[in-house]
C-alpha cells in the first residue's frame, strides 16, 4: 500500500497498486500548475486508489475541456488529474506520495516544451512530445 496526504495535511490517500512507470512532464500546462520546471506523475488505477481523509477539502480545475486537475482547496498541493474520456486511470502527482517507492522505468515527455531556464541533465528517455 502506498500513502500519500498534501502540505496541509487535510487529505490523504491510499493506494493498493503499483508504480510501473514516472512520467517527468516539462508542458507549460504541468510546470504553470506545479509551479517548477517539471512534474513527476504515473498512471494509476482509479479503481485502486482512495481518499481516506479530507474527501471535502478536494476541488479541481479544468484548463482543458477534458481533463480535470484535482488538488486540496485549502493548502493547494496537487493530487492528480484526470481525463473524461479514460476515467479509470488517474495520473498521480508523485510529490504527494509519503512512502518510499521504487521504479526504475522512468523518462522525460514534453521537453519540447521544457523551461528555458531548465536542463536536463540526467541519462533518462527523452521524447519531445508524449510518449507514444
Given at each position: ?21 514516472i ?25 485502486k ?69 531548465d ?14
Amino acid at each position: 500500500m502506498i500513502k500519500g496526504s498534501c502540505l496541509c495535511g487535510g487529505i490523504h490517500y491510499e493506494y493498493y497498486g503499483e508504480i510501473k512507470e514516472i512520467s517527468i512532464c516539462h508542458c507549460s500546462q504541468c510546470r504553470k500548475a506545479q509551479g517548477s520546471a517539471f512534474v513527476a506523475i504515473c498512471p494509476i488505477e482509479s479503481a485502486k486508489f482512495w481518499i481516506i481523509e479530507g474527501a471535502n477539502l478536494l476541488k479541481e480545475f479544468r484548463g482543458s475541456p477534458h481533463k480535470a486537475r484535482v488538488f486540496c482547496s485549502n493548502c493547494g498541493s496537487p493530487f492528480y488529474s484526470i481525463r473524461d474520456d479514460l476515467p479509470e486511470v488517474k495520473r498521480l502527482r508523485l510529490g504527494t506520495i509519503d512512502t518510499p517507492i521504487q521504479c526504475t522505468n522512468k523518462y522525460h515527455v514534453h521537453a519540447a516544451s521544457k523551461a528555458s531556464w531548465d536542463e536536463i541533465t540526467d541519462q533518462l528517455p527523452i521524447y519531445t512530445e508524449g510518449k507514444v
